[in-house]
């Protein structure tokens, strides 16, 4: 099991970056898949991003392509998301999400912190 706390969120103008944070806690990080997800006020909520367990393969959605990136420092237990050219559609509650599934899916990822708000003004 592992639980998940997100940091980082903020107000930023549009074209800022921003860069968000999970720590998580457990013994067993390192055999998680870690995703971002998102979700803005009356939507569903959506898949970002994820890198498997090592940090070699990483996959995006294509709306965050070129401007986000995430990573992971194992040692550390930590997951991040580097977001750039920031857009107000970028606007949204964060969460990162742990699985053992590449899925973009949400129901493949059984853990899930708490999220982190994000808002891009224009």
């Known amino acids: 099991q592992v639980q998940l706390v997100e940091s980082g969120g903020g107000l930023v103008q549009a ?5 968000l944070s999970c720590a998580a806690s457990g ?14 006020p009356g939507k569903e909520r959506e898949f970002v991003s994820r890198i498997n367990f090592s940090g070699s393969s990483t996959y995006y959605t294509d709306s965050v392509k070129g401007r986000f990136t995430i990573s992971r420092d194992n040692a550390k237990k ?4 580097q977001m750039n050219s920031l857009k107000p559609e970028d606007t949204a509650v964060y969460y990162c999400a742990a699985g053992r599934s590449s899925s973009p899916q949400r129901s493949d990822y059984p853990y899930w912190g708490q999220g982190t708000q994000v808002t891009v003004s224009s």
Do not use: C, D, N, P
């Not at 074209?15 to 860069?19: A, M």
């Not at 013994?27 to 803005?40: H, L, P, S």
């Open 15 to 19: 074209g800022g970056s921003l860069r």
């Open 78 to 81: 930590m997951v991040y998301l």
């Open 27 to 40: 013994r067993t990080f390192g055999q998680y898949i870690m995703g971002w997800f998102r979700q803005a």
